[in-house]
């Protein structure tokens, strides 16, 4: 990382920690800040944040690694979660796996080369009548066909176009 990157990381969690306050309470929330933005929370960003709050970097670490939203490697730009608990299992979730794990040529647990897809499994995420189901980002996808799998990947990558565009200023 850059040095200007790191100073403006640094910047970034100051003023969280302005916003959600220096205790041990605002642990979470700027981690969540730091994950949503940087789609990952690196070694030096989870040492300033254990210093802002006044906690040991170890116990960062563990919070980190406890949770499955929160991780210490990039992730895709689309982080698809496939359910594999019972019902979904039952309703098919194997091909519609198999066939996430064709299309986007990677396994479970790993990101695509250009950095835009995460694939992941995931414990019921709700939608036990409806599945198999899948949770791209905060977008739930319910009974889910292997047939389906290629345009929900195209509109993912077409929406982040839009964004990005939009970002572009187009
Ligand atoms: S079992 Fe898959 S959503 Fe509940």
Redesign the pocket.
Known sequence: MLVTDRERLKEEIHAWADQYGHSRTALMPILQEVQARYRHCSEYAMQEIADLVGIHPVEVHGVVSFYSFLTTEPQGKFVVRV?Q?????MAG?DRVALQLVNDLDIDFGETTPDGMFTLEWAS?????DQ???LLINDKVYSKVTPNQVHDIIEECRATYGVHALQKEGH
């Open positions: 359910c608990t019972m019902s979904c299992d979730k019921c995420i709700g939608m036990c599945g198999p189901a």
